[in-house]
């Protein structure tokens, strides 16, 4: 019986919003939940430390710690079920990739039983599928929830004081020049990473018994292969390594610049303490969003080679009634 083709979209998030789009909202009303309490802990630690410096009713400090520990458990909650959904989404999409997969698959191998669908088939269910899945759960609402801690803390650090605000600013300020270009260094090196591995899959599964020339092609690819590995390795751990060194120049600022307010009586001492903890939260949001676009460039590189082969074959797929069943997508009745 004849099955309907069920084209993938070649931009990553047609599909992302395809397969997820009412799950995508519900992340982003979580998301926006957990970032708006990021600096809720920074306030309370604040005044914490200036009441214990006042000598103020020890009572009082007792009552903000609980405050403390209430705020840091709601917000640990919150990210706890957000990471289980997006799970569950990024799992939910895998399915539905690995579904096409095995459709072309069947198709190609009745059409062309040749090495090249099978070793492409292969190398897309068992690397491709796995790492774009991933990314779907949290395609769009990592980017919202790092942005949105980074504008917060940002925010707060501004409302503290805008001199030692100015400092950290300034240092940050290099971390957007190197990082975009480091950073597509890196993409260009994993896409031809992802095209390299394919060609390697499809010579692996091609013959049974290799040639002298066949050996000789796929140990050029493994070196290939190695030689890109380590330069995203070195291009990776060298941009965190800069990272660091402008957050502990941001730390740096903070004492010289809030010792001296505190020294002449312009700064509470707490406003140091929940300045030096906010800095110190800047880096782990905005790390994350050097690898969320890092992993953004990448899955759309292998969503695009994936999207593309089956494709190639989507108007000639014919299944049995079961088939039919298997291969229905999760999110959508027709991708668009």
Partial sequence: MPLVAYRLPNNIFRYVLSVSWRHQIALVSLTVFTFLLEIVPLEIQRRVVNNLVKERPFQLVIILCAAYASAVLVQGATKLGLNVYRSWVGENSKRDLRRHVIAYLRIARANSPGPEARGVGTTMIVSEVEPIGNFVGASISE???????????????????????????????????????MQQAINRRAGARVWVLRQLGIST???????????????????????????????????????????HLQVIAALLIGG?????????????????????????????????????????????LVADRINQLGDRWTASPIDRELEQPIGADVYS
């Avoid at 066949?214 to 030689?227: F, P």
């Fill in 143 to 181: 980017p919202l929830l790092q942005g949105g801690i980074l504008l917060s803390v940002l925010g707060y650090i501004l409302h503290l004081d805008r001199w030692m605000a100015a400092a950290a600013s300034a240092i940050f300020v290099p971390q957007l020049v190197f990082v975009p270009l």
């Fill in 205 to 247: 599964v091609g013959t049974r018994v290799a040639s002298v020339e066949q050996e000789t092609s796929d140990a050029k690819r493994i070196d290939r292969v190695l030689q890109l590995d380590m330069g995203i390795f070195k291009l990776k751990f060298s941009m965190n390594f800069l990272m660091n060194i402008c957050n």
């Fill in 260 to 304: 001296w307010m505190v020294h002449t009586d312009q700064l509470e001492m707490g406003g140091v303490v929940a300045f030096i903890s906010a800095v110190g939260r800047l880096n782990d949001p905005w790390g994350d969003l050097v690898n969320y676009f890092r992993d953004l460039n990448v899955s759309q590189v292998r969503f695009g």
